[in-house]
Nanobody
C-alpha cells in the first residue's frame, strides 16, 4: 500500500541546483523515517540524506553543506534540495521509507522504494 514517487530529476550544469520531490502515500512521516539514496553505474546504492521520525536530519559526508532534506507534512512530500552540483553527483536518485526511527542509514534497512529519477551533472 505504501507508494513513493520521485520527480524533479534532469540534466544540469556543474554548479547548478536541482530540487527532487518524493510524493508518499500510505504512510505518515511521524512513523516512517525517510531518506534519499543514489546509485551510479557500477557502484552500490549509497545513502545521501535522511530524516527520521525524530525530525533530525542526516547527510553523507560527500553532500553535507550542499544538499538539504526536508518534508512538507501537509502534502506528504519529501524533498531534496541539491546545490553546487558536481559531476560526481550524477546518479539515479531514489526515495526510500523505513518504518520507525533511524539514526543509521543503509539500503537494506529501508522498507519501501521509489523507482528512481536520473540526475545528470555535466561539466
Amino acid at each position: 500500500q505504501v507508494q513513493l514517487g520521485e520527480s524533479g530529476g534532469g540534466s544540469v550544469q556543474a554548479g547548478g541546483s536541482l530540487r527532487l520531490s518524493c510524493a508518499a502515500s500510505g504512510l505518515t512521516f511521524s512513523t516512517y523515517s525517510m531518506g534519499w539514496f543514489r546509485q551510479a553505474p557500477g557502484k552500490e546504492r549509497r545513502f545521501v540524506a535522511g530524516i527520521s521520525t525524530s525530525w533530525r536530519t542526516y547527510y553523507a559526508d560527500s553532500v553535507k553543506g550542499r544538499f538539504t532534506i526536508s518534508t512538507d507534512n501537509a502534502k506528504n512530500t519529501l524533498y531534496l534540495q541539491m546545490n553546487s552540483l558536481k559531476p560526481e553527483d550524477t546518479a539515479v536518485y531514489y526515495c526510500a521509507a523505513g518504518r520507525g526511527f533511524r539514526n543509521t542509514w543503509y539500503q537494506r534497512g529501508m522498507d519501501y522504494w521509489g523507482e528512481g529519477t536520473l540526475v545528470t551533472v555535466s561539466s
